[in-house]
């Protein structure tokens, strides 16, 4: 037997976009009787999910009431169908995408703000730049987007401004 013949093709496993998952988890919730009990359950797998370790559960529970309120926008006569809870579910995801890039955004502002002000000074601004620069900046560069950043404020750039350049 020729050696080639032998060999397997190697397995590919294929990912689920979120539409699919979004479909089986529809089909899922439509076999319940209730829509509050089907919401209740979706919140709570879901909010499970992102905030596992919320000692408090002050997160948790705001992200319940986000998915909560999601789907009682989405749904209508009592009913989850497919769309629904994929029109629901884009819209958690569009939060979840958005507050994970603001959390990442904060995590690098408040690492670069060694004195704790609220604000990165110039020293500060282009340490962080260093970080995490394209290799084509120069230190004028840096600087030209630190005066543009920091809109002339002598404390430096704020978050607000941080964020907004940023995206």
Do not use: W
């Not at 013949?5 to 990912?15: A, G, S, Y």
């Amino acid at each position: 037997m020729d050696s080639k013949q032998n060999k397997q093709k190697p397995h590919k496993t294929k990912t689920m976009s979120n539409k699919e998952i979004y479909r089986i988890l529809a089909f899922e919730f439509q076999q319940q009787d209730s829509l509050g009990i089907k919401i209740d359950l979706i919140a709570e797998m879901v909010s499970s999910l992102f905030y596992p370790n919320d000692q408090n559960g002050e997160a948790k529970q705001n992200f319940k009431n986000l998915i909560t309120q999601s789907f009682k926008s989405h749904c209508y006569k009592d009913e989850i169908n497919e769309e629904s809870f994929c029109n629901a579910m884009n819209s958690v995801e569009k939060y979840i995408n958005e507050e994970t890039t603001d959390r990442f955004l904060q995590k690098i502002f408040k690492r670069h703000d060694s004195d704790k002000d609220g604000f990165l000074n110039q020293q500060e601004f282009i340490f962080l730049m260093k970080n995490y620069k394209d290799s084509h900046l120069t230190e004028a560069d840096m600087l030209a987007i630190y005066n543009r950043m920091s809109q002339g404020d002598p404390k430096g750039v704020s978050y607000d401004n941080f964020k907004k350049y940023s995206l």
